[in-house]
């Protein structure tokens, strides 16, 4: 298998490439654009990288929706934020248990492929 960064009119898509072993064209499985979990934007602006775990968006998009707030305790899988990419709500979700410690944008941030969104600890 493969990983590939393709950009499509400035969004941005990880995709993985499965090659079999026949001569024809190999079947493709693409993963849809994930962007990773992020949390809230605190009132005062916290500083970036507050926490140890970093999560951060895996796609160009816009901030639509904060689920979570810093100090709240989150478990592997929980929504810290929704993100609207190519006009779907993507939601991003913590990657492991752990306290938001940071969050890095607010509704209506657009963000890029990579940015960070928040932290947790």
Known sequence: MKNYTIT??????????????????APRRAAAPVAAPAAPKAAAAPSAGAGSVKIEAGAAGKVFKIEKNVGDAVKKGDTVLVLEIMKMETPVVAPEDGTVASIDVAVGDAVEAGKLLATLN
């Open 8 to 25: 499509v009119n400035g969004n941005v898509y990880d995709v993985t490439v499965e090659e079999n072993g026949s001569t024809g064209a």
